[in-house]
RNA sequence: GGGCGAUUAGCUCAGUUGGUUAGAGCGCCACGUUGACAUCGUGGAGGUCAGUGGUUCAAGUCCACUAUCGCCCACCA
């Protein structure tokens, strides 16, 4: 690949598609060195919707998000790369929540780092998905009365590029409506030309290193895909089976070997010693070549060295001993199959034990089987029952639990095989791939998968590597007419009269090489210079195995050093009550559909905060309603706060010192700063639900349940309080609004264009939110004292309220009010505004004094530590009512105080728990006492 | 046979290094079309944080054991 510029593939438009997501594709065939400011946002309507319409919103902003370049890295970022490889989805994928999830959490690392400077990267991709695309192909012929057999290689791969063609752009137009912010221009696929001739390389390099080797071993056969798979494809299943006790004649002096028929009933008459096998899968007799027992198993010690001879083929195998065999087990004796099985095959090498494979590829039997030859596996299994039983050789059946190997890809029973396959020698790999985690040079997140990565690479085996398919890279390997091999280089000459070997390499060797390969190696370009190593692989932890390990073994193997810093594993999602998803029980949700119903941003806020990382996730849909009208609530903030900014935009003001602000001013700068400082520590620590959580409170809870209601009174004030508080009102939502762009991209941004209208802009370009910076705290307005007096205020406002509701005063209602401040008097006649119309006391009988010689009767009253308030309501009080209020108020002050002073009064506490805490606990008694001492007042006023 | 995770309100889940009275959404009860929002507002009810023991001035949080559920790894015929 040329070096200075980036190759391009042409976006395939699949007209099937076209519809739902037409809008989405974007044809352009180069790539956009930097952004485009000039490229104009969506045409919006003047005023904001009633109602956020995801429907109608999400689509232009990515078409011009993209069309504008927004999410290429940008050269001049003012911060070093971020990168993140995207895990390839299969193009024969379609979307479900699995993508959905990783996207959410990417696409958020992703617009995080971007925002803040960052020179952000996500590569996108597709992977060519061998067996699962090959499948698709064959069903297809299948449907045109052919098959892969009859068409040919070459015709086969012909078409199944076609149909890449056609739906393979699918997958990612999908990943687009979740608003994926992928660098596009950079899309890669597994088998095209530079991955292609990078997996070439790793070959070369790896089979010039012996790290690969080809021979004859025992493979996990999938005989409904006719391939072998790896040990990690295939699995485990527990099963109730039985197990068959079967009895084999010994040749002895007196018995020399069946003289009758296999099946008269006769084939063993005369013999005289016998030994018994236990057998779950009495069709795997037929290639047994020995029978073992334990060496210090005095029950069969007379009969090792002699021959026991095996059912319906008459075969001689000799009696072994073997310290595999477990002689508590079964009859205590083990029937040795080296073909068709693992264990067995360990005990063949052992002892020198003829293999013999009695099976077809596809788990018929060969003529190996004699009689049975030509029968399928398991008609085998009952045939053969059959005749033992009839031969009297059948001794016992038994009811077992085992656990039988599926093939995750066929579904059908794994059969043990020996076969000629390539493999990777892993260990060499797998040692620098251990280093890399243990030296701390790539951590994993959460912490505790360290312990199951650790575990897997000590303990790994040979990679089977070829796979009996068309299509998937061929392995680049020659067979000479010598009988020699030739792995040519790339760049060398196909040797003229080999023949290529047959097999294609496991998809996840290319996609173990996906970090890398993607960005150019092993060509030494500058996105490869630039971009490599990556910064996190964000992923499933069900694909531990599959993909990140292999990808840190090629990685460190190939390009010396660790392919990323950090991994992050994200939880499974599974249906509302922990239920894996799945079309048989008809519990799966599409997200295509929940996007279309509720929009992106409603499904990757339900994703990013339902859970914690690692941990599986209950996907509740009430949860995505919740986060949809949370959304909602955002728009109509926005749309609230625009109305009442009239011109401040055009004339901007800045917020004052602290000393020309009120109180709540001072409280919701302290709480949004406060706001920024924990979502930074969050977002640094991958706690992206939490942060996202801490957003939603702070707008829903603080800004819109009180500033905003708040800022309604303050904009009736003077023109230096208005300004004020639009200033505040504006700085507030428009930060928020960037703190939570990675969560919710398109809601944000349609809001923040209507906050920031272009026709505004100085300098002529059109602003994305995506590209503005990312919010920090700024020490200068932390307020613990306006936080604390805000929250005294809030909290006498709820307690009016509360009394108001207790007596079913309407809500319309202005009622009187004395407050008793105490020392707070003063922040309360302040707040008097604030109290009226919030509690909804009418001004003019809002009476806030310090103190109160001769408390009125016949009020309802209120305590608030220190604090009390009166409500004359009048006509409305009822004495028995009120007492029942208040004794239920002293009985938890009563608790209040005697649990605090018992916790003071203990000499430990005061000596040991820091000053801070102790101090808080006697402010808090001191509280407590005195709320203690009103309340007894009060009920004593009522007698 | 090893290893890991979970157990908190009716349901689904948060709870950062131990530190006031354990939180949210949904659901429930009562009230409410006051000009951003009924996809909403106001107030409220609801939890011995699975159990037992321990460490500590202080435990949902740390330690040990137990129970139940789930997952991963492992060659038992």
Redesign the pocket.
């Known amino acids: 690949m040329p070096g200075s510029e980036t190759k391009v593939v042409p976006r395939v438009v699949n007209p099937l598609v076209l519809g739902k997501t037409a809008g989405f594709l974007i044809d352009r065939g180069y790539c956009m060195p930097t952004h485009d400011m000039s490229v104009a946002p969506p045409a919006r309507p003047a005023e904001m919707d009633?109602?956020?319409e995801p429907q109608q919103v999400e689509q232009p902003l990515y078409d011009w998000w993209e069309r504008a370049g927004f999410f290429a890295p940008r050269d001049d970022a003012p911060n070093p790369p971020f990168v993140i490889s995207i895990p390839p989805p299969n193009v024969t994928g379609e979307l479900h929540l699995g993508h959905a999830m990783f996207v959410t959490l990417e696409d958020l690392m992703i617009r995080w780092r971007r925002m803040q400077g960052y020179r952000a990267l996500w590569l996108p991709g597709t992977d060519h998905a061998g067996i699962a695309t090959q499948s698709q192909v064959e069903k297809l012929l299948r449907s045109e009365g052919t098959s892969r057999e009859q068409v040919g290689r070459e015709e086969f791969l012909r078409r199944t590029w076609e149909w890449k063609a056609k739906y393979g752009g699918e997958i990612t137009c999908q990943l687009r409506r979740l608003g994926a912010s992928c660098d596009w221009s950079r899309e890669r696929f597994t088998l095209d030309e530079g991955l292609s001739r990078a997996v070439h390389t790793a070959f070369k390099r790896l089979y010039d290193n012996g790290l690969i080797y080809r021979g004859a071993y025992l493979v996990n056969w999938s005989p409904s895909l006719s391939t072998a798979v790896s040990?990690?494809e295939v699995e485990?299943e527990t099963r109730n089976v039985s197990i068959w006790y079967v009895r084999y004649p010994i040749i002895t002096a007196d018995w020399d070997g069946p003289a009758a028929d296999w099946g008269s009933g006769n084939w063993a008459a005369g013999a005289t010693e016998w030994i018994t096998?236990?057998?779950?899968?009495p069709e795997t007799i037929l290639g047994d070549t020995a029978v073992a027992v334990a060496p210090d198993d005095e029950r069969f010690a007379h009969l090792v060295g002699k021959y026991a001879v095996l059912p319906a083929l008459g075969r001689r195998i000799p009696i072994i001993t073997d310290e595999?065999?477990?002689?508590?087990?079964?009859?205590?004796a083990?029937?040795i199959t080296p073909a068709h099985?693992?264990?067995d095959y360990e005990v063949g090498k052992r002892h020198d034990l003829p293999m013999i494979n009695i099976m077809n590829k596809d788990a018929t039997i060969n003529a190996e089987g004699g009689p049975y030859a030509g029968q399928d596996r398991f008609d085998c299994r009952k045939a053969i029952l059959a005749d033992l039983e009839t031969e009297g050789m059948l001794v016992q059946t038994a009811p077992h639990t085992?656990?039988v190997g599926i093939s995750q890809r066929g579904g059908e029973v794994i059969e043990p095989l020996l076969s000629e396959q390539w493999f990777v020698r892993v260990k060499p790999m797998a040692e620098m791939a251990l280093a890399a985690v243990q030296e701390g040079r790539t951590c994993i997140i959460p912490e505790?998968f360290e312990?199951?990565y650790f575990?897997?690479l000590e303990?790994i085996e040979d990679w089977c590597i070829s796979r009996q398919l068309w299509w998937g890279h061929r392995i680049p390997v020659w067979h000479m007419p010598d009988g020699s091999m030739v792995a040519p280089h790339p760049d060398e000459p196909l040797p003229a009269d080999g023949v290529q070997d047959p097999d294609v390499l496991d998809t996840w060797f290319s996609s173990g090489l996906w970090p890398f390969s993607t960005l150019g190696w092993p060509e030494d370009t500058p996105d490869l210079r630039t971009f490599y190593p990556t910064s996190v692989m964000e992923t499933g932890y069900d694909i531990l195995?599959f993909w990140v390990a292999r990808m840190m073994m090629m990685g460190c193997y190939l390009t010396g050093v660790e392919p990323f810093h950090t991994i992050y594993l994200h939880g499974l999602v599974?249906d509302?009550?922990?239920r894996k998803m799945s079309k048989s029980y008809g519990n799966v949700v599409n997200p295509l559909e929940v996007m279309d119903r509720q929009g992106a941003d409603a499904l990757r806020f339900t994703l990013a905060t339902?859970?914690?990382p690692g941990?599986d996730?209950?996907l509740?849909p009430?949860?995505i309603?919740?986060a949809?009208?949370f959304?909602?609530?955002i728009w109509?903030?926005t749309?609230?706060v625009i109305?009442k900014l009239d011109d401040w935009r055009e004339n901007r003001t800045a917020i004052p010192a602290a000393v020309a602000l009120t109180l709540s001013d001072r409280w919701i700068l302290s709480r949004y700063h406060r706001l920024l400082a924990d979502v930074g520590?969050l977002m640094e620590?991958y706690?992206f639900?939490?942060a996202g959580?801490h957003v939603h409170?702070f707008l829903?809870?603080e800004f819109?349940?009180w500033y905003?209601?708040i800022a309604?009174v303050q904009l009736e004030g003077d023109a230096e309080r208005q300004a004020n508080t639009r200033a505040i009102l504006f700085t507030v939502l428009e930060g928020a609004l960037r703190l939570l762009h990675p969560f919710m991209p398109f809601l944000t941004e349609a809001a923040w264009q209507y906050l920031n209208p272009a026709s505004n802009a100085t300098d002529g370009a059109h602003h994305t939110i995506m590209l503005a910076a990312y919010p920090t705290a700024d020490d200068d307005h932390d307020a613990a004292e306006a936080e604390a007096a805000f929250d005294l205020l809030r909290e006498l406002i709820?307690s009016i309220?509360?009394v108001r509701?207790?007596y079913?005063v309407?809500?319309?209602r202005w009622v009187a009010a004395t407050v008793v401040g105490g020392p707070h008097t003063a922040m309360f006649q302040e707040q008097a505004a604030l109290i009226s119309r919030l509690a909804?006391v009418d001004d003019a009988k809002l009476d806030i004094i310090a103190t109160l010689d001769e408390k009125p009767r016949h009020v309802a009253a209120l305590v608030i530590g220190e604090i009390e308030a009166f409500l004359p309501l009048a006509g409305m009080i009822d004495l028995d009512v009120e007492r029942a209020r208040l004794a239920k108020e002293l009985e938890t002050a009563e608790s209040?105080v005697s649990?605090?002073a018992a916790r003071l009064a203990?000499a430990?506490?005061v000596d040991?728990?820091?000053e801070h805490?102790v101090q808080?606990e006697r402010e808090?008694l001191e509280s407590a006492r005195a709320a203690l001492e009103r309340l007894r007042e009060r009920l004593a006023a009522l007698e």
């Open positions: 009633r109602a956020y040990d990690l485990y096998v236990a057998t779950t899968r595999y065999v477990d002689k508590e087990f079964g009859s205590g083990v029937k099985d693992k264990n085992m656990s505790r312990k199951v575990h897997w303990n195995f599974r509302e009550h922990g339902s859970g914690t941990q996730l209950n509740n009430q949860r309603e919740a949809r009208n959304a909602n609530k109509n903030i749309r609230f109305g520590r620590g706690n639900g939490e959580r409170d829903w809870s819109a349940d905003v209601e309604k709820v309220r509360n509701n207790e079913k309407e809500a319309a909804r209040d649990r605090r203990n430990n506490f040991k728990a820091p805490v808080r808090a």
